[in-house]
Nanobody
């Protein structure tokens, strides 16, 4: 059974930084793509960033491109989201997700379909 556990959320002032972590278990982590999503109050869940199984390919939402960085450590079965220059608009519950199937590096990360999700971690950015 695939389990994803996010951590690292919290309260930060605008302009600050946070690093989120997502620890995975239940299968061979290094074989699968990973992604981050977020959901603000009253809004639908939206895509933030994705990374291929190898780490070679990454993809970002326009709203975070240049400020957020997704990375993974396959030895630690963990994916990270480094968030810099945070604004109040980044306030949301952040979720990591992973697909059920394997995607090769030939698949653009925008094409991933996610099947497993963590419980989320709250990020609050004060102005």
């Amino acid at each position: 059974q695939v389990q994803l556990v996010e951590s690292g959320g919290g309260l930060v002032q605008a302009g600050g930084s946070l690093r989120l972590s997502c620890a995975a278990s239940g299968r061979t982590f290094s074989n699968y793509a990973m992604g981050w999503f977020r959901q603000a109050p009253g809004k639908e869940r939206e895509f933030v960033a994705a990374i291929s199984w190898s780490g070679r390919n990454t993809y970002y939402a326009d709203s975070v491109n240049g400020r957020f960085t997704i990375s993974r450590d396959n030895r630690k079965n963990t994916v990270y989201l480094q968030m810099n220059s945070l604004t109040p608009e980044d306030t949301a519950v952040y979720y990591c997700g992973t697909p059920r199937r394997y995607y090769s590096d030939d698949t653009h990360p925008s094409g991933y379909e996610y099947d497993y999700w963590g419980q989320g971690t709250q990020v609050t950015v004060s102005s």
